[in-house]
């Protein structure tokens, strides 16, 4: 015998990632953000590939499923996401914050539109201390990526 309880609990996705179909979300999400980086004068120089993002693009993508909820295949391919390192060459001040989250949340606002409302507000409660977080302009302890380290 099942209660009620149970049936709901099994008819409610676990994940933001099975929420939203899995990873062809994540896919249009990644895209709508780098259509905005890809002309962003502060953003696009800070990329050694570009003007080609397709790198860029499936590793963000892999980040996200796999934060979410989805596959581990980030993990498999890269490793511990290590955010902070692998951004720390990278001059990341409140200007270039600024710029990502700008791109971020059109992104987030075309890629969840009216019907994704409750999941556009999760994507943002992440994304912007993480976008604080990657800052390295700071000073010790966050050394700047302008810091000579020789």
Do not use: K
């Not at 962003?40 to 909820?69: I, N």
């Not at 994704?116 to 700047?144: C, K, W």
Request: glycine letters at 8%; a negative charge.
């Amino acid at each position: 015998m099942t209660s009620d309880a149970t049936n709901d609990a099994a008819a409610v996705p676990s994940s933001l990632y099975d929420r939203v179909g899995g990873m062809e979300f994540f896919e249009r999400l990644v895209d709508a953000f780098y259509h905005g980086v890809e002309t962003d004068d502060v953003l696009a120089p800070l990329y050694p590939e570009a003007p080609d993002f397709s790198g860029a693009r499936h590793r963000l993508t892999l980040f996200l499923g796999q934060y979410w909820g989805g596959p581990t295949t980030y993990l498999e391919e890269r490793g511990h996401p290590r955010l902070r390192m692998r951004h720390f060459p990278f001059h990341v001040g409140p200007l270039e914050r600024d710029h990502w989250l700008q791109h971020m949340a059109a992104a987030v606002e075309a890629t969840c539109g009216d019907d994704q409302a409750d999941v556009a507000a999760e994507l943002m409660q992440y994304f912007v201390p993480a976008a604080e977080h990657l800052r390295n302009d700071t000073g010790l302890p966050i050394t700047s990526s302008t810091f000579n380290r020789s």
